[in-house]
């Protein structure tokens, strides 16, 4: 095993450099009273390691609770510690210019509220999205407020909209329940609780918006000014996320790696659940970052963590990064093709030495294990060729066997027990699932199995591996009380394009309660010029579009004339006021009948 040099500092030094001020009321609140971020819940980390966590996470975990405004390089400042990622504030002539505007409003607000105390109160006079994930958009309409669209530009990689709504639309609301357990929002900050998740401290939990951007970036080579300050873009679809850009600011020699390239081995495939991440293309980007930009930036920072100075500290760390994604991705495939699972790679690969030593390498977010399988998966799917994992039963009906061939359930938990005092933590709860998820309600099984979650916890390196457990064992005993990032805002909604919007009702279609429900309906809507019409048959719901001055072969059984904004409010149940209405109404009733509403808080680590 790698020894780390925990004596090595420099990350704190550079964590620390440029301090200016820390929030002076480190508990952030909405006008209500809910708390939307506490930056003073991790104080006790300023502490020494306990018995509780991993050393090198809680050294990972002091790095990122420090918290306030940080001075980058002259005419750049950085809110870090106030969210899960960082807003960087670049003065122009006139203004500021906002990058990355955290998750919540709430938190952004308070951002740039303590920016504004120290460095004056400049306008924003401009605003860039790196990538599409959330928190990187959140708070934008605390920085750019209603009116403020046209005279602010908003910038943002191609197809940025598309991605920023669209894992909402899909998968949203299982990838929100999985967000509590990975990113251990339900967890009490504490030694033996929640201390980060490697990326940062947690997620905040405000209010989300969404302002569009004005004004797309294209191609790498691409130069704007943005208030008196030239930058240039690159281009990185594909990598951390679908849309996302790196860029660099020649008056200040300063590189922005977006997502990119961070102090942590980053997500291949994220455990709240992702389209998986092409890791080849991702460390293509950051040679082509290196030899666009490296050799003229004297400073490096990201959405993340703390910024990195000087050439040669540059080079080694985008080398690091590079070489870790590659690395993953060939040796993976070289497995792989040798005959090895997913399961079998992660168990046998290991990272060279120099990697392994590297602190911006270490699995704190991603994993090398779950990364390994993410690869896999990319190439080869779910199935990993052994016809016996070709149709098995289900969870439950597993555990029933099992459960039964042990001789029953005190049988099983006791057996379960034995390997965990043992030290074989990771049988001790294959055993004990399958005895949860034979007999939910059997007290002592699911406290055995929490026992072990605990300590599997407890022992974990990896952040969002430590959260999962944590969490998984408090809703085993009965304690958890879901708390989600609300992403209901009805900007998300209106970010919606028509098709999605459609799409957002077919997933939610339930298929046997519809098998025998026939319907077509029209939605004109007037300000997209075109016709959507929607046909349910055979329990699917399907859509094809036309011009609205296009023959419309058989009328719809009801048509719809109304604008894209009426649409949200349609579909969230706020009834026909103001909707041109053609045909026979009671086919949105029937079409609503058939409907599903997805449980935010369903099961996890129970059937």
Known sequence: MTQLDFADDADFADADRGFVASLGEVRITRADGHLVWDAGAYAFMEGECPDTAHPSLWRQGQLVGRHGLYEVTEGIYQVRGLDLSNMTLVEGDSGVIVIDPLISMETAAAALALYREHRGDRPVTGMIYTHSHGDHFGGSRAIVPRGAEDRVPIYAPVGFMEH??????????????????????????????????????????????????????????????????????????????????????????????????????????????????????????????????????????????????????????????????????DQTLRLLNDGLTGDEIAEELALPPALERAWSARGYYGSVSHNVKAVYHRYMGWFDGNPAHLWEHTPVEQARRFTADYGGIEAITAKGEEYAAAGDLRFAATLLNHAVFARPDHAPAREALATVYDRLGHGAENGTWRNFYLTAAKELRGTGASVAIDMTNPEMAMALSVDQLADSLAIRVNGPRAWDVRLTLDWKVTDQGRVWRLTLSNGALTYRTRDLDAPTGRPADLTLTLTKAQLPALLGGQGLDGVDVDGDPSVLTRLVSVLDTPDPEFAIVTP
């Open 164 to 329: 920023a709504v669209s894992e909402n639309v899909y998968a949203g609301n299982a990838m929100t329940r999985r967000s509590v357990f990975m990113y251990g929002s339900d967890l009490e900050k504490g030694p033996a609780g929640q201390i980060g998740c490697g990326l940062g401290a947690t997620t905040s939990n405000g209010t989300i918006s969404l302002v569009p951007p004005t004004v797309d970036i294209t191609r790498t080579g691409q130069k704007e000014v943005i208030d008196g300050v030239e930058i240039v873009f690159q281009l990185t679809p594909g990598t951390e996320a679908p849309s996302e850009m790196n860029f660099f600011f020649p008056r200040h020699r300063a590189l922005c790696m977006a997502e990119n390239a961070t102090h942590t081995l980053h997500n291949i495939q994220t455990l709240r659940g992702a389209l998986v991440r092409d890791a080849r293309v991702w460390a293509r980007y950051l040679t082509e970052a290196e030899e666009l930009f490296a050799g003229e930036a004297d400073v490096l920072f990201a959405s993340h963590h703390w910024p990195t100075w000087g050439r040669e500290a540059i080079a080694e760390f985008l080398g690091v990064q590079r070489d870790l994604y590659t690395y993953l991705h």
